[in-house]
């Protein structure tokens, strides 16, 4: 108890309010009980019931929520802008291939670079260059790619009659300029595997566009195909326009989940299990590393919470499939609490897996017996590092290797050509005519994913397909 203190009259005053509140050094801590306490209030004011909630749950699991920062890409993203800047500073004309696996974070970091190379070059008080972006998908013609770029550049729908829009492309990045004057222009262009034809022609003619004299355009160019530029435009070389190769590799485990935690950050509350994200992080790095379907599979799982509160169902259903989808992270009890229902738990989250994976071409997979597994896994792993098909033979020496390298007794070669035509049979494989079995062509026919999640839960196979 604070002492009273006397006033100037004589009389007896109290102390104001607090005026004797002991130092902060003096003061008995909080016990983590009642900081852990606080936290779980925080956790409890989530209330999945309200759609406001549920809708900014599925905003920044969306797509087309973009992040201020992008992770887990620093070291491309220092590269391709390093890239970009040299361009920029030297007045240097020069062309780049990104490619990788889909859900690599390919477009999103290119339009990260478009807007940092901007950034720059106004700092360092060089003139900002002029950024075209254009999307091959929306295409409906290959050569309609320079009417675009065109479009962007000079915001004009039609072209000149008397020159085809590639000669008016052509002549807009060449033309003479001082060199103080000069802008440069960054052309991004997106699944550039669209623009595969026959003759290559317009492929060609984009990655030329950088080398003709006076040219102040910078391409760079982003595909899933790994290997474009060297199985569909082995000329690059001899025309002098090779382009510099960037690979995007999938994301792991641990990449996806910090991706996952920063999306996640930004909500007031904690709506997932760390289980959960642990387990969906866990089994798409496994299949295919893609993280627009981690988002799906997640936003799949906020669904599914939605509608088990709206019914008022709050058991979990196929106890069985979820044990065998986890292997071995716990479930949550039958009996849960209050806040253990309003959150996206790991049973929400294996549904959602099995939803989004699960089909009749995983069922077929894991039926089979095991050689032809083998055989899967083999081209899973020999089209993965080389082209998109090959002969019998070549396909029998890989399944050969794998059997050597896993202990395993290889069948002979008759009896590989005859599991090679069941698989073709089950819709697994693609078998080409040939006189002889060994020249016959082969390829997948079905997603590498769909084979790496069907074989993943199985120990034999879980170092192979990595």
Known sequence: MCDQLPNGNGSVRTPKKGACREPDALRTPKSPRKKANNLSNQIQKWNPKDSSQILAVKAALH????????????????????????????????????????GTGKSLLLEKVKFLSIEWAKEVGMPPPTSVVVNCTSLTNTSDIFSKILEQCQGKKKCSVNS???????????????SSAKKMTLLIIDEMDYL???????????????????????????SNAIDLTDRFLPKL?????????????????????????????GLPCQIFQPEALELCARKVAAASGDMRKVLHVCRGAVEM???????????????????????????????LTKQEINRVRIDHMARALAKTF??????????????????????????????????????????LDFCKTTSMYPLTGPEFSSMC???????????GQSREDRLRRVTLRVDEGDVNFALQGIRFFRNCLQ
Do not use: W
């Not at 025309?239 to 996640?264: G, H």
């Not at 709050?314 to 499939?321: F, G, P, T, V």
């Not at 597994?373 to 020496?397: H, M, P, W």
């Not at 073709?424 to 494989?429: C, G, I, P, V």
């Open 196 to 222: 595969i034809s026959k003759d290559q022609a317009v492929l060609y003619d984009l990655f030329r566009l950088p080398t003709f004299p006076n040219s102040h355009c910078m391409l760079i160019g982003i």
């Open 305 to 335: 919470l939605e509608a088990e509160l709206t019914s008022g169902i709050h058991e979990l259903d196929n106890i069985s499939y979820e044990k065998s989808m986890t292997n071995g992270l716990n479930l949550p009890p039958e009996r």
């Open 63 to 102: 797509l087309s929520a973009v992040p201020t920062t992008v992770i887990c890409r620093e070291e491309e993203l220092k590269k391709v802008l390093e890239f970009c800047k040299m361009c920029i500073e030297k007045k240097k004309v020069g062309s780049m291939y990104v490619c990788g696996c889909p």
């Open 164 to 178: 085809s829009p590639f000669q008016e492309l052509k002549s807009f990045l060449c033309e003479k300029k001082q």
């Open 358 to 399: 699960r089909s009749a071409v995983v069922d077929t997979i894991q039926s089979l017996p095991r050689h032809q597994q083998i055989v899967l896994c083999s081209a899973v792993k020999f089209f993965r590092r080389r082209k998109k098909d090959a002969t019998l033979g070549e396909l029998n020496a890989a399944y």
């Open 237 to 265: 070389q001899s025309l002098n326009c090779k382009p510099l190769v960037m690979t995007f590799r999938a994301y792991s485990k641990d990449q996806i989940l910090k991706i996952l935690q920063q999306r996640l950050m």
């Open 421 to 431: 035509r069941v698989l073709s049979d089950q819709a697994l494989l693609n078998l």
